[in-house]
């Protein structure tokens, strides 16, 4: 009985030392690092600068498309590459979402800053870490913040359209329910409205606004309204792809004006102005309104955490050939 007795202990102890090495191991392969690459593809983030940097100077624009695809991912399955995936046999793409359709863009680019590092360095380089160092580019190359991206994940093999539509904030969605998307991924209300300072670069298509413009007298400046309606007619589907700047004073620049915007009531979706409504995170806004190296620094903070959500890391997933397909 004593003999049976020892072994089991023993038995134990050894199992409880298999099962403690592989959450180290396990908590070690999930950790993310900015010298990834540093042996496997040294010059790996140069080349995916200059690849955004060559597509930011033909269109402005892309800078705010580049960031918005990194955020889009991230919130569905984690920061893994997965809205980059086509249909396929297998595969029902996030492209096809609500949220992505007809208003994701950039994918070219991403596609071009792969093509570009896959020659240098073949089969190392994830589509999900092309995403992250791409969106940071993006913004320095429109005189944003930047901040070390941490790298080291890995690609999807499957993709979700029903969770990117489940998941994903909505231009309509309340207060409440934006705080309680972020904080799904854990991300804080202040991490919410300094990821939303991004709009103050890009644009918005008309029917994504139409309602605030037209039926949102109480909260929205009134000649504002009138300035928005010019170019987005009252009766759907008229107009509906026609662009707007998300910050109509400069909308080129990574600034602070969309948090002033906010306090003026001149936030073009109603996703935007809620941050600023008497809500929960409106000292926020004011206090980024008022110092934009507060928001500089917490965006940077945020992008950082926001990259953090669920990648796939070790021998998860896979490193994609190209970014559209699984290999």
Known sequence: MTKSFSFTSHANVAFAMLLLFFIMSTASQAQLSSTFYDRTCPNALATIKSSISRAVSRERRMAASLVRLHFHDCFVQGCDASLLLNDSASIVSEKNAFQNRGSARGFEVIDDAKAQVEKICPGVVSCADILAVAARDASVAV??????????????????????????????????LLISRFGDRGLSPRDLVALSGAHTIGQAQCFTFRDRIYNNGSDIDSNFATTRRRRCPAAAPNGNAN?????????????????????????????????????????????????????????????????????????????????????
């Not at 930047?146 to 994940?153: A, C, F, H, M, P």
């Not at 999807?156 to 909505?170: H, I, K, M, N, W």
């Not at 996703?271 to 409106?282: A, I, K, N, P, R």
């Open 143 to 176: 005189s944003g913040p930047s901040w070390t991206v941490k790298l080291g994940r890995r690609d999807a093999t499957r993709a979700s359209q029903a969770q990117a539509e489940s998941d994903l904030p909505l231009f309509t969605d309340s207060l409440d």
């Open 243 to 327: 662009l707007a700047p998300l910050d109509l004073v400069t909308p080129n620049s990574f600034d602070y004006n969309y948090f002033k915007n906010l306090i003026q009531k001149k936030g073009l979706l109603q996703s935007d102005q809620v941050l600023f409504s008497g809500g929960s995170t409106d000292s926020i806004v004011s206090e980024y309104s008022s110092k934009p190296a507060t928001f500089r620094s917490d965006f940077g903070i945020a992008m950082i955490k926001m990259g953090d959500v669920s990648p796939l890391t070790g021998s998860a997933g896979e490193i994609r050939r190209i970014c559209t397909a699984v290999n």
